[in-house]
Nanobody, 123 residues
Framework: QVQLVESGGGLVQAGDSLRLSCAAS????????MGWFRQAPGKEREFVAA????????RYADSVKGRFTITRLNAKNTLYLQMNSLKPEDTAVYYC????????????????WGQGTQVTVSS
């Protein structure tokens, strides 16, 4: 069982940046593909970004490509999401998740989830 705890959310203005972190409880973190998902009010949870266990491969949703960067530091069991040029439509609860797949952008392929961190972008 991997426990995931997100942090770094907050209230920012459009155009600002935020960096989200996700701390994992297990050293087996390095064996999991990791991802970020988000859920806006009244909407379904959607894929944001994913990274392979080694960090060598990444995937992004079209809506965040070029603005968000997913990285991981296996030595610290931590996943990051650097979010630049934030827009009001990025407002959502952001979740990190762990998958036994090498890399995935499918929610159903993720086995462990954090509780989420709120990101609010004002216009």
């Amino acid at each position: 069982q991997v426990q995931l705890v997100e942090s770094g959310g907050g209230l920012v203005q459009a155009g600002d940046s935020l960096r989200l972190s996700c701390a994992a409880s297990e050293d087996t973190f390095r064996a999991f593909g990791m991802g970020w998902f988000r859920q806006a009010p009244g909407k379904e949870r959607e894929f944001v970004a994913a990274i392979s266990w080694s960090g060598g491969n990444t995937r992004y949703a079209d809506s965040v490509k070029g603005r968000f960067t997913i990285t991981r530091l296996n030595a610290k069991n931590t996943l990051y999401l650097q979010m630049n040029s934030l827009k009001p439509e990025d407002t959502a609860v952001y979740y990190c998740a762990a998958s036994t797949y090498y890399i995935s952008d499918y929610e159903e392929q993720y086995d462990f989830w954090g509780q989420g961190t709120q990101v609010t972008v004002s216009s």
